[in-house]
């Protein structure tokens, strides 16, 4: 449900629906309590109400902010493992160009291929959290072929051979930490905290009784939308592969991949 979301709705979208919701679950569910019990206009219960929000708020705070900082540094994780594998790809190509035009002929075509599948095939099974290593299995074995195929005949080809074969076995490891990635998502039992926490906060702040119905309306949707931002922003940073905030395939036809792309 969660992919779906990111990845047909905006993240303007997404955030007008959760955080509104949230906004508006808490104005109407401080009308009803207000109109079910109009003695807690009166606010005869906000010493209780108070240390118990204070309490629940900052337990949930630690919570949350555990959560956000994890995500976002696997966000960052993400990121450079990406940008990582796609660099080792084009330095490949790099220190093909020592090898004679056919050899060299052979790796460029492999690796295209390979950056072509990445991008064509496994992206999208990402973004459908479905990252499967099949899509890139062949486009490996072939890579490895490709380089395999060449005897060095010297020392200069072969440092140059010895380069390529070291950036491509941190392909294969970049590769396979970006699948995993792919398939990593926020534990259940901190779904359920997260999400849990804020269905437990956000009634609380209905017994919480002020005189004036406009500023008791005002303060439930101020927590309401702190609420629903934050679940935003879990829920964003949770998919580093869905949604508009997701990481890229950009660096598979930068520098010296982009010769394996039409011109735009």
Known sequence: MTLWLLNHLSTFTLGLVLVGGFVALAVLGSLAARRRFPHLAGGEHNEMVGVALGMFGAIYGIILAFVVVTLWTQLENTQTVVATEATDLALVVRSSEAFPPADRARVERAV?????????????????????????????????????????????????????????????????????????????????????????????????????????????????????????????????????????????????????????
């Open 112 to 264: 295209g291929d390979y950056a072509h599948a990445v991008v064509e095939v496994q992206w999208p099974l990402m973004r459908q959290g479905e990252p499967s290593y099949e899509a890139t299995a062949r486009q490996t074995h072939a890579m490895y072929t490709a380089l395999q195929a060449y005897e060095p005949v010297g020392a200069r080809s072969e440092t140059f051979y010895q380069e390529a074969a070291t950036h491509l076995n941190d392909v294969a490891a970049q590769r396979r930490a970006r699948i995993t990635m792919a398939e990593t998502s926020l534990p259940v039992l901190l779904q359920v905290l997260v999400y849990g926490g804020a269905l437990v906060i956000l009634p609380l702040t209905f017994l919480f009784g002020l005189r004036s119905l406009r500023m008791q309306l005002l303060f439930v949707s101020a927590v309401a939308g702190l609420i629903g931002f934050s679940l935003l922003l879990v829920m964003v940073l949770d998919r580093p592969f869905a949604g508009e905030l997701s990481v890229t395939p950009a660096p598979y036809k930068e520098a010296a991949l982009a010769q394996f792309w039409p011109a735009s």
